[in-house]
């Protein structure tokens, strides 16, 4: 499974930012996909994920202003970042996995895509 990761930029506070992130190859093989986030000097965390049946998972300081979607037809899962934060700035890194006991874990993903800086100014 390959994922391609667009959509990044530097945006101000308040603003908002849509990524994207298409699956190509053996997308069967995977059951749910979403987003980690790692910020200079942290460690990547779970941002948000979504099934291929619709379930949404999200981390809580994202809950209310990040909406995660996808579209099954192209195999590509979009996260809507609204009311963004310099907190939020990091690079968003898409995943896909199968181990839905652990969607919010990084041991639930087997595969990764390159990431995307977001950047918010205050």
């Known amino acids: 499974v390959q994922l391609q990761a667009s959509g990044g930029g530097l945006v101000q506070a308040g603003d908002s930012l849509t990524l994207s992130c298409a699956a190509s190859?053996?997308?069967?093989?995977?059951?749910?996909m979403g987003w980690f986030r790692q910020a200079p000097g942290n460690q990547r965390d779970f941002v948000a994920a979504?099934?291929?049946?619709?379930?949404?998972y999200y981390r809580g300081s994202v809950e209310g202003r990040f909406t995660i979607s996808r579209d099954n037809t192209k195999n590509t899962v979009y996260l809507q970042m609204s009311s963004l934060k310099p907190e939020d700035t990091a690079i968003y890194y898409c995943?896909?996995?199968?181990?839905?006991?652990?969607?919010?874990?990084?041991?639930?993903?087997?595969?990764w895509g390159q990431g995307t800086l977001v950047t918010v100014s205050s």
């Open positions: 190859g053996r997308t069967d093989s995977i059951y749910h």
């Open positions: 995943v896909a996995g199968d181990n839905v006991r652990w969607v919010r874990y990084l041991r639930g993903y087997d595969y």
């Open positions: 979504i099934n291929w049946s619709g379930m949404t």
